[in-house]
């Protein structure tokens, strides 16, 4: 069965202060790992989708990363903005071809002015 | 705005009651996903659509269903409801059979009371 862990859980950084945020997943077969961005009440907005072991993918002052068993989510210099919960999920190769994702709980970023 | 519409918004019920959430997919996208959100099991994956076929299940009680319309608009049927039942319910959609992104709508609030 697809596994993904998040962490931390939650993440409190000052304005300007860079940091990471990890994803690990176990999967029978990966076809991508994607990350996605919630606000509170809100539904998850696409950020990034990553197909192989080193791949990087980059928006504004995020960069994500992967490897065969994880995924890294970077914010660099993170403004107030950036507070959310980061969500990453898998999409592995399943009997039946579905595409469905499977999420990990998050991790929740808040950015202090 | 990810393109995808949900409604109602929010939908406040008594146990035992049947309710009927509405979705409309991205333009063009012929996969609809259901989604379920709770506090303490995160984003949990509950039937995927196809074209107006079933593709796939998750752990989608046998109190819910769901169906595509041949508009490719979707709509998840929950019955004899309970107090548990009560969460976000999302709904995703995408372009297509291959490795696509997800796109979430803004979620539709069940509260069980």
């Known amino acids: 069965e697809d596994q993904v862990t998040q962490s931390p859980e939650a993440l409190r950084l000052q304005e300007g202060e860079s940091s990471s945020l990890n994803c690990s997943y176990t999967?029978?077969?990966?076809?991508?790992l994607f990350w996605y961005r919630q606000d509170p009440g809100k539904g998850p907005e696409f950020l990034f989708t990553?197909?192989?072991a080193g791949e990087e993918k980059e928006k504004e002052r995020l960069k994500a990363t992967l490897t065969k068993k994880e995924s890294f989510l970077h914010i660099t210099a993170p403004k107030p903005e950036d507070s959310a919960t980061y969500l990453c999920?898998?999409?592995?190769?399943?009997?039946?071809?579905?595409?469905?994702?499977?999420f990990g709980k998050g991790t929740k970023l808040t950015v202090n002015p | 705005d990810s393109g995808v519409t949900q409604t109602p918004k929010h939908l406040i019920t008594a146990t035992g009651q049947r309710v009927t959430l509405r979705c409309s997919p991205r333009?063009?996208?012929?996969?609809v996903y259901w989604y379920q959100q709770s506090l303490d099991q995160g984003l949990q994956f509950l039937i995927q659509?196809?074209?107006?076929?079933?593709?796939a299940k998750g752990n989608i009680l046998e109190r819910f269903s769901a169906q595509q319309f041949p508009d490719l608009h979707s709509e998840l049927n929950l019955s004899s409801l309970e107090l548990g039942d009560s969460a976000l319910y999302f709904c995703?959609?995408?372009?297509?059979?291959?490795?696509?992104?997800?796109?979430f709508g803004p979620g539709t609030r069940l509260t069980v009371t």
């Open positions: 333009s063009g996208d012929l996969s």
């Open positions: 995703a959609s995408s372009g297509g059979t291959a490795i696509y992104e997800q796109y």
């Open positions: 999920a898998v999409q592995g190769v399943t009997q039946g071809g579905s595409e469905k994702l499977v």
């Open positions: 990553l197909y192989s």
């Open positions: 659509y196809y074209n107006g076929e079933e593709r």
């Open positions: 999967v029978s077969g990966l076809r991508g």
